[in-house]
């Protein structure tokens, strides 16, 4: 039915309705759509129910007024303005969620009783909710920082939450120091600057005292702390779990989720120029790739330990900086994660989606990291001062899909009418329910496991190394991965105001890589030479003997899962590709380039002067998605331009020249694909690409043979970062 809104009529067949008609339900998404209500073709009524004459004028005494406190509907609406807001999330405040559906391939049943990993082709619903963890809500999606991979399983037995990030590793081995952590990497408390940002004193004066952070430091100075999407990241559990089957067998577990469409990274230039033009970026990929079809799909895959072997490592398996090489054990895909469908409302489901390490199912239970047991207090207690009541569980995005029965009751907002009288066991009133389950019928029992020893606060001399895997990350990357690792180090510590900080850091690197600590050094004006390096991973009750049994030749140094380099590169699905397009531009030539790319399920815009229509060779007309100056060249993966003859080319007119060469320079710069159609050899001449010196794959122009197909098969290489430094010369 259409709907109404002063007199303009949306027609139901526009995309906004297209969306509303969901092929994509399951089980979650069915419950939620009993709890949802849409306004179409109602009456405006209060939150009482009763239908409103005027929501514009206040009940006024005269009609210019004084205003009456009688006046129940401006009351009822202004206070409930007045408390719309909640507490922002201490950490991960900045998010965007989706629905979704994780199906199995591979039976664990071998491995685990958990229902929902047990049976072949089953299809559990998921949320999922990805997110920055430094800034505030409305921080830009770009900051350099590790990405929250949140995932709630709706399983038949209770929801199980995963909630990952995108890198494996984490700064600190205890959780006691997480707040230490965190008011470090916060804005800094006299100033509250800077927002969404490590690159300050605080952040590295606590790293730079904090040798155990290195290898998680590796991480983000990486690329991987600047994703091109949140569909291109890899997700990971980080800690240890325990998988436990019917006959109560353990065995370890590391969580992995893999990108279909590949890690890509965007570069640190482009990084900070898409926080100024599109701070949103990463949410409307995510919102943008679902709309169109273009499903985020991730592998599932488990790293398995038995028991025995539990010791056979170089590290301690429960210690959260440390890595499983793919190299010793591999990954196992098991299932494939597919988001399918966005929120219908931010607030209600993204927001007050509330994770937890500890809301597990019968099958998988927790190891002994000391960070992962502190997480097991922190998600109850923080959602009840975000969320503000114990009922939190009866919002309907955290619902689960298997009923809830026991005795708990009341609290803010309860939302179950629980009937009966009796609230408490045991009973006999109500006939001894709701019953323990057995568990045989599910019912959750812990892992069995003898723990004895003194109470003490104390580490295992088994996480005391701290260099290993900051060293094998650092030599499994590649060239140009290295050069950006270097950079956002040297960026970083360049923001840093007091020079000692600076020093202890690139001390602390010279353990990892002499040449990263020089380059890094030479940069900062440090002297490598002078430095004399205290070795703060010694705890100060370590004796001699101690350490030297912990040093133990790492078994993998080179990690080739590692690098991006040896990603997915062979799709251009739901990439975003600009399509530069003046008057006069050759239609057979747009048709043909448009028809390709967006037959591969890449996203084509396009870019026109102005946001007038543009009109082609054959007379027909285009209408921009932009014009020149509301867009830039960051916001996409790669770029097409074509134009008329040179006599009729607006993009040489004065008021387009500079920004077309803006546009092409830029994308040059970060390693973009470029396509020059006919009628842009000026623009191609006065560029920056025509300065190149030599072949360079990913400049494609009129007239090769393939065209086209060479310039797609660059796009789905993402970037030619080894040629990073050749275009750069250009300039
Ligand atoms: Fe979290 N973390 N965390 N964390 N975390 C939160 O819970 C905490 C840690 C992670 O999209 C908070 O509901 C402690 C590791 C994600 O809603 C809070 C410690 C990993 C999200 C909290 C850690 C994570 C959070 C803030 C150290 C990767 C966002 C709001 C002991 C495996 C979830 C909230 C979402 C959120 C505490 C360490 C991932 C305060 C105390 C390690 C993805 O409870």
Redesign the pocket.
């Known amino acids: 039915m259409p709907s109404r809104a002063y007199g303009v009529t949306i027609p139901t067949n526009s995309k906004y309705f297209d969306m509303k008609e969901d092929t994509n339900l399951n089980a979650k998404i069915n419950q939620l759509q009993s709890l949802s209500t849409s306004n179409d073709d109602k009456k405006l009524t209060t939150n009482q129910g009763i239908r409103i004459n005027n929501n514009q004028d206040t009940l006024k005494s005269g009609d210019r007024g004084p205003s009456l406190l009688e006046d129940f509907i401006l009351r009822e609406k202004i206070t409930h303005f007045d408390h719309e807001r909640i507490p922002e ?4 405040a900045r ?1 965007s969620g989706a629905h979704g559906t994780f199906k199995l391939t591979k039976s664990l049943e071998k491995y685990t009783k958990a229902k929902f990993l047990n049976d072949i082709g089953k299809e559990t619903p998921v949320f999922v ?1 990805f ?1 920055t963890v430094a800034g505030s809500r409305g921080s830009t999606d770009l900051a350099r920082d590790v990405r ?3 995932v709630k399983f709706y399983t038949e037995e209770g929801n199980y939450d995963l ?3 995108n890198m494996p590793v ?1 700064f600190i081995q205890d ?1 006691i120091k ?1 707040p230490d952590l965190v008011h470090a990497l916060k804005p800094e408390p006299d100033h509250e600057i800077p927002q969404a940002a490590s690159a300050h004193d605080t952040f590295w004066d606590f790293i730079s005292l904090m040798p155990e952070s290195m290898h998680m430091i590796m991480w983000l100075m990486s690329d991987r702390a600047i994703p091109r999407s949140f569909s291109r990241m890899e997700g990971f ?3 240890t779990f325990k998988l436990i089957n019917t006959d109560n067998d353990v065995h370890f577990v590391k969580f992995h989720f893999k990108p279909r469409l590949g890690v890509h990274s965007v570069a640190w230039d482009e990084a900070q120029k898409i926080s100024g033009v599109d701070p949103d970026f990463h949410r409307r990929d995510l919102w943008e790739a679902i709309e169109s079809g273009n499903f985020p799909q991730w592998d599932f895959g488990v790293q398995i330990i038995s028991e025995e072997n539990e010791s056979d490592f170089d590290f301690d398996l429960l210690d ?1 900086t440390k890595i499983v090489p793919e190299e010793l054990v591999p990954v196992e895909i098991i299932g494939t994660l597919t988001l399918h469908k966005n929120p219908e409302n931010f607030f209600a489901e993204t927001e007050q ?3 937890h390490p500890g809301h597990l199912v019968p099958g998988i239970d927790f190891s002994n990291d000391p ?1 992962l047991q ?2 097991l207090f ?2 109850t207690d ?2 009840l001062s ?1 969320l503000g009541s114990p009922n939190f569980h009866e919002i309907p995005i955290n619902r689960s899909l298997n009923t809830v029965h026991n005795n708990q009751r009341d609290g803010h907002m309860r939302q179950q009418i629980v009937k009966g009288k009796v609230s408490y066991e045991p009973n006999s009133i109500g006939g001894g329910c709701p019953f323990q389950a057995m568990m045989s019928e599910g019912g959750f029992v812990s892992q069995r496991e003898r723990v004895s020893g003194e109470k003490l606060r104390k580490r295992n001399l088994g996480f005391i190394d701290h260099y290993s895997q900051a060293k094998l990350f650092y030599n499994s990357q590649s060239a140009p991965e290295k050069a950006h690792l270097t950079k956002s180090l040297v960026f970083e510590l360049s923001k840093v105001t007091i020079p000692q900080i600076r020093k202890r850091l690139v001390g602390q690197l010279a353990y990892i890589n002499i040449e990263l600590a020089s380059e890094v050094a030479r940069k900062l004006g440090v002297d490598l030479e002078k430095l004399q390096q205290p070795n703060h991973s010694i705890p100060a009750d370590a004796s001699p003997k101690d350490l030297q049994s912990q040093e133990r030749e790492p078994k993998v140094t080179i990690s080739p899962a590692l690098s991006m380099q040896d990603t997915v590169k062979n799709t251009i699905k739901a990439r975003k590709i600009g399509f530069m397009v003046c008057n006069d531009a050759e239609a057979e030539i747009i048709d043909d380039l448009k028809n390709r790319i967006e037959g591969q399920g890449a996203k084509i815009e396009i870019i026109a002067p102005t946001m007038a229509a543009v009109k082609t060779s054959n007379g027909n007309i285009m209408f921009p998605d932009h014009s020149l100056s509301s867009t830039s060249s960051v916001c996409f993966d790669a770029l097409l331009i074509t134009c008329g003859n040179d006599n009729a080319n607006d993009f040489l007119l004065p008021e387009n020249k500079q920004l077309v060469l803006d546009f092409v320079n830029e994308a040059y710069h970060h390693c973009k694909a470029l396509y020059f159609g006919p009628g842009t050899r000026d623009i191609y001449i006065d560029s920056h690409v025509s300065k190149k010196k030599h072949e360079d794959p990913a400049v494609i122009t009129e007239g090769v043979p393939e065209a086209a197909d060479k310039f797609i098969q660059a796009v789905s290489q993402h970037r030619v970062w080894h040629l990073e430094i050749e275009r750069s010369l250009t300039v």
């Open positions: 999330r201490v950490v991960h998010g909710r997110s929250g991979f949140a909630v990952a990030n984490f959780a997480f559990g980080v800690h959260p989606v509330a994770f960070l502190g997480r922190s998600y923080t959602q975000r």
